[in-house]
């Protein structure tokens, strides 16, 4: 559980520096970043299968408690590096074969998803330090760049170079500023 002390160190310094438990009692993002570690953890081992595949399915029964409760989906398969933050709880659905990369940060409302055509049909691969804004889409075989910001309600269905910033129904690039400040 070691990524999930390093989204716990964020949050903390996000809020002032709140105990866990009070983080932990109050904070739907957390709660849902933990049950995706714990079952995550459980997705990679190596265990047997004759005792993995009861705790995965416990694992989903969990995952999905969570999705009712709190209104984000991170399924168990997901790749998220370290120290991940989710902003605000609600309408979060993030891709069981989606990559997002290390000290990312999204807001409410963000889809990150599969869409596209025969070999652009995919989904999309995030780098480190991304900040996604409110109910922006991210959908298809895309590769989002590190230090990138991606403003509200934007619309990301092509690949997006590091160190800038997008807006839009297509997103595009708006200007050079990274996502330094943003996380």
């Known amino acids: ?10 949050y903390k310094a996000y809020s002032g520096n709140k105990s866990t438990l009070v983080l932990m009692l109050t904070t739907q993002g957390l709660w849902a970043l933990f049950v995706y570690r714990y079952s995550n953890k459980i997705y990679r081992s190596a265990l047997p299968s004759f005792f993995k595949k009861p705790l995965l399915r416990l694992a989903v029964l969990w995952q999905k408690w969570i999705e009712i409760v709190a209104g984000i989906s991170i399924p168990y398969s997901v790749s998220i590096g370290h120290s991940f933050y989710i902003g605000h709880f609600g309408n979060i659905i993030i891709n069981s074969k989606a990559i997002i990369g290390d000290n990312c940060n999204i807001s409410q409302g963000v889809t990150i998803g599969i869409s596209g055509k025969e070999e652009k049909r995919g989904v999309p691969i995030l780098g480190n330090n991304v900040y996604i804004g409110a109910n922006a889409v991210l959908a298809g075989r895309i590769v989002v760049g590190d230090n990138v910001v991606i403003g509200a309600n934007s ?20 200007s050079d500023n990274s996502s330094s400040g943003y996380i």
């Open 155 to 174: 619309l990301v269905n092509k690949n997006v170079e590091s160190n800038v910033t997008v807006l839009g129904v297509p997103a595009k690039k708006i």
């Open 1 to 10: 559980m070691l990524l999930f002390k390093t989204d716990l160190h964020k």
